[in-house]
């Protein structure tokens, strides 16, 4: 079992920059598939970004395509999403997601088997 903890997350304005942080524990970030997720009140939880544990290929949601990039490092076993020309509508709780289970596609909650706490991120017009 892999333990996450999120970091980063604040208020910010339109057109400003955040990066999430996220710590893993008990597991190599390099063995395993990642992804952040999000999820703002009264919706449902939604993909974000995934790196792949072979070859670090990552996947994108349509609506942070060019503002956003996940890496990771495995040194520090860690993973990141830098968030650039945040817009209101990324207002969420952030999530940080590991170990896809196999067969599972990148963009589906349901397929990650271990999860943070989440960290809020606020952007105001």
């Known amino acids: 079992q892999v333990q996450l903890v999120e970091s980063g997350g604040g208020s910010v304005q339109a057109g400003e920059s955040l990066r999430l942080s996220c710590a893993a524990s008990?597991?190599?970030?390099?063995?395993?598939?990642m992804g952040w997720f999000r999820q703002a009140p009264g919706e449902e939880r939604e993909f974000v970004a995934a790196?792949?544990?072979?070859?670090?290929?990552?996947y994108y949601v349509d609506s942070v395509k060019g503002r956003f990039t996940i890496s990771r490092d495995s040194a520090k076993n860690m993973v990141y999403l830098q968030m650039n020309t945040l817009k209101p509508e990324d207002t969420a709780v952030y999530y940080c997601?590991?170990?896809?289970?196999?067969?599972?596609?990148?963009?589906?909650?349901?397929?990650?088997?271990?999860w943070g706490q989440g960290t809020q991120v606020t952007v105001s017009p």
């Open positions: 790196i792949s544990r072979r070859g670090g290929t990552t």
């Open positions: 997601a590991a170990d896809r289970s196999q067969g599972g596609p990148y963009s589906g909650s349901y397929a990650y088997n271990s």
């Open positions: 008990g597991r190599s970030v390099s063995t395993l598939d």
